[in-house]
């Protein structure tokens, strides 16, 4: 039996927390914002160490969930769940079917996807309890259309640094070679890159090792390769003060969530004269896909389209970005907060400056 409880966090419309005894789990929801319509934002499964760490994850994860859609145009809001519990030993069905009781409960404010370590047929399950679940449908997974999304903004960064939008001949090393960054390392292998990857997980190495030919570095060296993009295609949290002076690339993108430990990281990066794309501006591929099937009959050459104007959105941070000498993610954050400013009908005073 789920039990709730309602958070107050300052800066969150709703944050609500589900404990359930009997299968053994906690999660959170994180409402950040609905101006631009429900939130939507994935459920991720992990084994967090603690309760802190997890509550802090859904809030960073749900507040990126609302710059991600406002930036890519979509009628849609940020919020984002997280369930501390063992993806290796929990009871999954239990565990999912729950967590879609959790999803219904909250009346459609929320509409939950898949994220890290949760599956579509996780989805289908919570389906069967809650109507406010995407992906289900006819649009599928959206890792494709969030690893083609990293290589049209990894164009836009490359014309930028480089000069070209070719990326012939360019080295990339990616952390996490899972459902988004073993994709993109294909489609880079097929633009002609040298792929250097890292992934703690030998099966998602030895399924790329099947499709395409790459360097294998230790999982602690891939900070430290030597290359052009370094693209974090794993966990957050990696661009920090311990992690950003051994970096060795002139750009960073990557799939990854809140790849800034801190928003303070992005001046650094901008100090060294790395050209960092924005994590919720990059990745946005997937649910740009997702919103292409909710009120509307899904069409897969219309989300590919939709999915190739990120490279638009990225030529404009990276355009403001070098004009006003500011960290993309800062410029990025500004744009997306005047994009819901202006749905509310107000401007937003503190972020005009950066979008004349
Ligand atoms: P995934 O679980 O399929 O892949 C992640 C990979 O990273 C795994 O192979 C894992 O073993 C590896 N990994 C974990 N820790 C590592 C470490 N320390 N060093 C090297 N490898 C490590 O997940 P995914 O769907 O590819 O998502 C990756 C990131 O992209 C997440 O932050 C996710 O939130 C974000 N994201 C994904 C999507 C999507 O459509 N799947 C959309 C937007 C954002």
Redesign the pocket.
């Known amino acids: 039996m789920n039990t709730y409880s309602e958070l107050d966090v300052e800066g969150y419309e709703r944050v609500v927390r589900c404990d359930n005894d009997v299968v053994g789990f906690t999660a959170w929801a994180a409402i950040h914002d609905t101006t631009l319509g429900p939130a939507l934002g994935g459920c991720r499964l992990w084994n967090y160490t603690d309760e802190q760490e997890a509550f802090t994850d859904v809030l960073r994860l749900s507040r990126g969930m609302t710059y991600k859609n406002a930036l890519a145009g979509l009628a849609l809001g940020g919020g984002k769940s997280v369930i501390r519990g063992d993806p290796q030993t929990i009871d999954r069905r239990a565990l999912f079917e729950n967590f879609g009781r959790f999803v219904d409960h909250l009346g459609g404010i929320y509409i939950t996807a898949e994220?890290?370590?949760v599956t579509l047929a996780d989805m289908e399950v919570v389906a069967g309890q809650t109507a406010y679940v995407a992906t289900v449908g006819a649009s599928g997974n959206?890792?494709p259309f969030?690893a083609f999304g990293v290589y049209c903004a990894l164009q836009a960064a490359a014309a930028q640094v480089f000069g070209s939008e070719d990326l012939t001949g360019l080295k990339v090393a990616i952390?996490?070679?899972?459902?988004?960054?073993g994709r993109l390392a294909e489609l880079l292998v097929g633009a002609g890159c040298k792929i250097a990857v890292?992934?703690?997980?030998e099966d998602?190495i030895n399924r790329l090792r099947h499709k395409i030919e790459f360097e294998r570095i230790e999982?602690e060296g891939i900070i430290d390769a030597d290359c052009d993009v370094f693209s974090p295609?794993?966990?957050?949290g990696i661009l920090n003060a311990e992690t950003i002076p051994r970096l060795r690339c002139r750009i960073v993108a990557g799939?990854?969530?809140n790849q800034l430990l801190h928003e303070q990281d992005g001046e650094e990066l901008l100090r060294r004269n790395i050209l960092y794309i924005p994590d919720f501006a990059a990745?946005a591929g997937?649910v740009i896909n997702i919103s292409c099937e909710i009120g509307q009959a899904y069409d897969p050459q219309k989300a590919r389209e939709k999915t190739a104007a990120i490279g638009n959105c990225i030529r404009r941070i990276i355009d403001i970005s070098t004009r006003d000498k500011l960290p993309t993610n800062r410029v990025a954050i500004a744009l997306a907060e005047e994009v819901v400013a202006a749905s509310k009908g107000g401007n937003s005073p503190k972020t005009s400056s950066t979008t004349r």
């Open positions: 994220d890290v370590n959206p890792s969030t952390q996490g070679v899972g459902e988004t960054g890292a992934d703690i997980n998602n999982a295609c794993a966990l957050g799939s990854a969530n990745n997937g």
